[in-house]
């Protein structure tokens, strides 16, 4: 379960800004005098102000030499939190600490590969655990185990881990201390975009907690098919650019048909798909405008990246969108027609 993207209530706007971008030099995404968002690795989170002051446990995930750097930071800044014993450098099955953001939010920093592997040049990872307090730990996991799968095994009345490897909800009962403190855990709202089997939406009845699962395009998209059709003077380009660029499958193709070749191209299969036509005569074609848009909501931003640096390697570099919104976490990228692309980091609407 890859935890996507997480909405949070701060009480204190501009300390948890300056906190969270230059202590944790977390990127800055967007600003107003109501909320701020930044990227954590793969993960947004959106900070909106509240008159309340809620209280969260976070835990962010890093690589060795960036956990040493903004572990430093921390000591400087007087917000480690220790143990029972009185350390504030801790290992679980890597490098770990506990500290605490303006707001008084009970935060971790933890030591891990990503996607198992060591990866030099990360910063950030992404955030793989979020605390969600209840009044019955059992009941909120058979309320999960309809949208999300669970592979965590231990659990008690009081606790328990619900997710996998990618990421984790930390189900605690409400009142229980939130390790290393004394500090009781409280029930404060939360919205969390995840990846899950299938597309669904829980608004739960009992908590001020919204979760909504996006299913990545692995299988078949449960809905009649649709087409859209394109007409070029290049297929060739094309191919290149979908295919070897984007990575999308070709679902059929077509040659020599009464005058026309073509392929098709599975979003992400032949129930949703594009179609590039090409005519033994060049066609006359119609110039695109900067908001002729193909929009793809790529919820895991370095497998954004990594499109961005294959498109690259084609000599397809990133050009500015009409709209402001589009550079908001996306990147635009026109194809050989002109037809502009965006690969939006975002879980979508």
């Known amino acids: ?28 995404l967007t600003e107003t ?19 309340s002051i809620p209280f969260y446990h976070v835990c962010f995930r890093t690589n060795a030499g960036y956990f040493d750097h903004i572990y430093q930071k921390l000591g400087a800044e007087s917000v480690l939190l220790p143990n029972e014993s009185g350390e504030y450098s801790m290992f ?25 592997v060591k990866k030099e040049g990360l910063r950030w990872h992404d955030v793989g655990e979020i605390g969600i307090p209840v009044r019955n730990v059992a009941a909120m996991e058979q309320d999960l185990e309809q949208f999300l799968y669970n592979q965590q095994m231990d659990s008690s009345e009081t606790f328990a881990f619900y997710g996998d490897r990618e990421g984790v909800f930390v189900l605690v009962k409400e009142g229980r201390n939130w390790y290393p403190t004394e500090r009781a855990a409280v029930i404060s709202p939360i919205k969390i ?7 669904a939406r829980l608004h739960h009845q009992e908590y001020p907690y919204e ?34 660029g984007l990575g999308l499958k070709r679902v059929g193709e077509f040659w020599h048909h009464e005058g026309y070749d073509g392929i098709m191209i599975g979003l992400p299969d032949s129930q949703y798909h594009l179609e590039f036509t090409q005519s033994k005569e060049k066609m006359e074609l119609p110039q695109p405008t900067k908001e002729h848009l193909l929009v793809f909501y790529v919820a895991d931003r370095f497998e954004r990246d990594k499109i961005t640096e294959r498109l690259a390697a084609f ?10 919104y589009w550079g908001r976490g996306g990147v635009t990228i026109e ?6 692309v965006v690969l939006m980091n975002t879980a979508g609407i």
Request: glycine content about 6%; aromatic content about 14%; overall charge negative.
């Open 1 to 28: 379960m890859k935890i996507y993207q997480l909405n949070l209530k701060c009480h204190d706007l501009d300390r948890m800004k300056d906190f969270y971008t230059n202590v944790l030099e977390m990127e800055l």
């Open 33 to 51: 005098e109501s909320y701020f968002t930044i990227m954590a690795g793969s993960t947004k989170l959106f900070f909106e102000k509240d008159a």
């Open 211 to 244: 979760v909504i699962v996006r299913k990545e395009w692995e299988g078949s998209v449960p809905a009649v098919q649709f087409r859209i059709a394109r007409p070029t003077n290049q297929l060739d380009k094309l191919i290149a650019f979908y295919e070897k």
């Open 335 to 340: 194809d050989p027609d002109g037809w502009p």
């Open 193 to 199: 975009f995840a990846s899950g089997p299938r597309d």
């Open 92 to 116: 679980w099955k890597g490098k770990q600490a506990y500290f605490m953001d303006p707001d008084g939010n009970i935060l971790e920093i933890l030591e891990r590969p990503l996607d198992g």
């Open 315 to 324: 000599g397809y570099l990133e050009t500015e969108p009409e709209n402001p």
